[in-house]
């Protein structure tokens, strides 16, 4: 396996498997568009691969991220479907996705459900200070805002927000504002 070696935007794309966790191919400037960058973690001064937020590549590590977290968010009191629309995204796409607690852990996925509970709409930053920065005050102003809109059964939403995360849940969480520039 050849090391990671850095190109200019101008370099043809690689089909060389990377040293870097989650990734294929050589980084290039170009990848921050794609949503993948270096940065250095202090801690222990090692490259870590991190990736813009809701971009494709994100999606995926998160994605593969779940796997190893699978019981996270099991705890949850109430069984939940929703389909969430993030506007305002640095791509110029909406991204389509939902949130399903009934079949045990928590599950949010790319794509929407036919039948869910609630229907929610929400601006890039916004989701950004939740997800990433763990703001729960940010989900307030922006609802007073009208920053996120809500069609559906709020009573469940309010019990999936106010619920106490469990260990696994933690750990998935700050894994994933690890891998998220």
Not at 8 to 35: K, R, W
Not at 133 to 155: C, H, N, P, S, Y
Request: hydrophobic content about 45%; proline content about 6%.
């Amino acid at each position: 396996m050849k090391p990671w070696r850095s190109r200019t935007p101008t370099d043809e794309p690689s089909d060389e498997i990377g040293s870097q966790p989650l990734m294929m191919g050589s980084l290039t400037a170009g990848d921050a568009i794609g949503g993948a960058t270096l940065s250095k973690m202090p801690a222990d001064g090692s490259d870590q691969v991190t990736f813009e937020f809701l971009s494709p590549a994100w999606l995926e590590a998160v994605h593969e991220l779940r796997q190893e977290h699978p019981d996270a968010g099991a705890g949850l009191p109430v069984e939940l479907t929703m389909n969430l629309v993030v506007t305002e995204v640095p791509s110029g796409e909406d991204v389509l996705a939902h949130v399903d607690t009934t079949n045990g852990p928590l599950v949010v996925a790319v794509g929407h459900l036919e039948v869910v509970d609630l229907h929610v709409v929400v601006d890039y930053a916004t989701a950004r200070s939740l997800l990433v920065e763990g703001d729960t005050q940010a989900a307030m102003g922006a609802f007073l805002a009208g920053k996120i809109r809500v069609d559906g059964d709020l009573t469940k939403l309010l019990a999936v927000q106010t619920a106490t995360p469990d260990d696994d849940a933690m750990a998935f969480a700050t894994a994933m504002r690890q891998l998220t520039t």
